[in-house]
């Protein structure tokens, strides 16, 4: 129990490790957004169901703010967990901008990198939608937006 919290505010949690990502890109000039994923620590049951689609592990939340006075572009973690297929197929879908790349970052992790160019002052909102498919599943989508500020 912690100190100072009555026992009704406390739970124990499930055993897991938290993994946190912070890479940075310096050689590019990039504002790196960190992504925290979580997983069953070593010797704990593994609940995922058989059969399951891919999901989208990070990047976590609905989105960011991307502010160009700071720095040149965004590189934002894609990762996807689908414990009972081999392989997953990741990739991004219209209508998100084109000059932004999807790079394989490992066996289920990717780098979505974004660098806007001539693009005018002032805010915008850019959506950028990932799909991850198994063989077993349609495609599934996270829509994940930026806010683009000058």
């Avoid at 124990?12 to 504002?31: D, H, K, Q």
């Avoid at 000059?99 to 990198?113: I, K, Y």
């Avoid at 498919?133 to 994940?144: G, I, L, S």
């Amino acid at each position: 129990m912690m100190r100072g919290m009555p026992a009704s505010c406390t739970r124990r949690l499930p055993l897991a490790r938290i993994a946190f990502t912070a890479a940075v890109v310096a050689a590019a000039g990039c504002a790196e957004v960190v992504a925290a994923t979580e997983a069953p620590a070593a010797g704990a049951p593994n609940d995922a169901p058989t059969g399951s689609a891919p999901r989208f592990v990070s990047p976590a939340g609905a989105g960011t703010v991307f502010d160009r006075s700071r720095e040149r572009c965004l590189a934002i973690p894609v990762e996807v967990a689908d414990p009972d297929s081999r392989a997953v197929t990741v990739a991004m879908r219209f209508p998100s901008p084109e000059s932004a790349t999807l790079a394989p970052d490992g066996s289920r992790r990717h780098r979505l990198v974004w660098g806007p160019d001539g693009e005018p002052a002032g805010e915008r909102l850019e959506r950028f939608v990932l799909a991850a498919q198994d063989a077993d599943h349609p495609a599934v989508e996270k829509t994940y937006l930026v806010l683009l500020r000058r």
